[in-house]
């Protein structure tokens, strides 16, 4: 058995399953949280189920974490369980902030009533900023939300924050910009990209209606973000850390490469959809990861461009799978 064990919270999302391998890798006895659903979604850490512990517990359930800490009884917990998709946060802005702020203050004092000595990680995100007030953003750049997401995040960031200093918990918040992979829901923008051009070459769909082309966001790859969270909590002294790649594209550049890779043009393709527009946009957000870099030795090393075709390719060879078409086949643009 191994002698450090972590809890992760959120772990059958795209960063809890890659966290999951990485702690596995390192030697970590990891245990895994999971809301208790009719239908039980583990198709990101199928590979793992035999190696991982899994609990039921819910965010908001107090009793429940409590429950799941005593049992886990963990060195470290990963915080990564939120309501994170920006769009329905307009839709349920009270159960977004139930999840993504007040589950973070459960968990906290889950964690400093039954062993302050568990080392804690919260996942903030460059959300936060919002409407920037500078840029790029670090960790001293102030949040200015705009989405209840983006509101209930600095919540659980501050939170964080004053738990570790009120009861002296080593307590750190990860400000990561996107961070995408082949394991990205598909609600999200990249996502639904990636796996739209796929469904396009293969002609099992005929277009792809998006939002905003021109928001520019700092996008690197989730299993090296993953790193950084695991070396938040390595260090002497708990500190929250901006990561991200330090350089932005255009959603409309992401749709250009995916595009550009299967050979199609996306002016064919690509139409405006008002219902993919947000109610208060943020335009901009790049990180400055430079306490990252000197600090915990940390980058990113993934380019943007070798990103989107990564994703491409992915969802390319899931769809020709589960079509039975191929690239070359008749009927197939």
Same mark, same amino acid.
């Given at each position: @058995?191994? *002698?450090?064990?972590?809890? #992760? ?35 990101? #850490?199928?590979?793992?189920? *035999? ?7 819910? &965010? ?46 459960? #968990? ?19 959300? @936060? ?63 639904? #990209? ?16 998006? /939002?905003?082309? +021109? ?13 950084? @969270?695991?070396? @938040? &909590? ?5 500190? +929250?850390?901006?990561?991200?790649? /330090? ?8 749709? +250009? ?39 915990? /030795? ?16 992915? *969802? ?18």
């Amino acid at each position: @058995m191994s *002698d450090r064990r972590a809890l #992760i919270t959120g772990v059958t999302g795209q960063d809890g399953s890659y966290l999951a391998e990485l702690l596995l890798e390192k030697g970590y006895e990891v245990h895994g949280m999971v809301r208790r659903a009719s239908t039980e979604n583990f198709e990101r #850490i199928g590979h793992l189920t *035999d190696r991982i512990s899994l609990h039921q517990a819910d &965010l908001l359930d107090q009793s429940s974490l409590v429950t799941v800490v005593q049992e886990s009884r963990p060195h470290e917990v990963y915080n990564l369980a939120a309501q994170s998709f920006v769009p329905t946060s307009w839709v349920q802005p009270a159960l977004t902030g139930e999840f993504t702020a007040l589950g973070v203050t459960r #968990i906290l004092d889950a964690i400093r009533q039954i062993d302050p000595s568990i080392r804690f990680y919260q996942a903030s995100s460059s959300e @936060m900023f919002g409407k920037v007030r500078e840029t790029p953003q670090n960790e001293a750049t102030p949040f200015h939300p705009r989405s209840p997401y983006g509101v209930a995040k600095a919540y659980g960031h501050y939170i964080t924050m004053n738990y570790r200093e009120s009861f002296e918990l080593f307590a750190v918040s990860g400000i990561l910009f996107n961070h995408e992979s082949p394991r990205r829901g598909r609600e999200f923008v990249t996502r639904k #990209i990636s796996e739209s051009v796929a469904r396009l070459k293969l002609g099992l769909q005929d277009d792809l209606p998006m /939002g905003n082309l +021109d928001s520019k966001r700092d996008w690197g790859y989730a299993p090296e973000y993953v790193e950084a @969270m695991w070396m @938040m &909590l390595q260090q002497d002294e708990p500190a +929250d850390y901006v990561v991200g790649t /330090g350089l932005h594209n255009t959603a409309q550049e992401f749709v +250009d490469i995916a595009f550009a890779h299967v050979g199609l043009d996306p002016a064919d393709f690509v139409r405006l959809d008002p219902a993919f527009l947000r109610p208060a946009e943020v335009d901009t957000l790049l990180a400055d990861p430079t306490k990252a870099r000197e600090q915990l /030795g940390w980058r990113a090393r993934t380019s943007f461009e070798d990103l989107v075709r990564i994703m491409v390719e992915a *969802d390319l060879e899931a769809q020709e799978r589960r079509s039975g078409r191929r690239q070359g086949d008749a009927g197939t643009r």
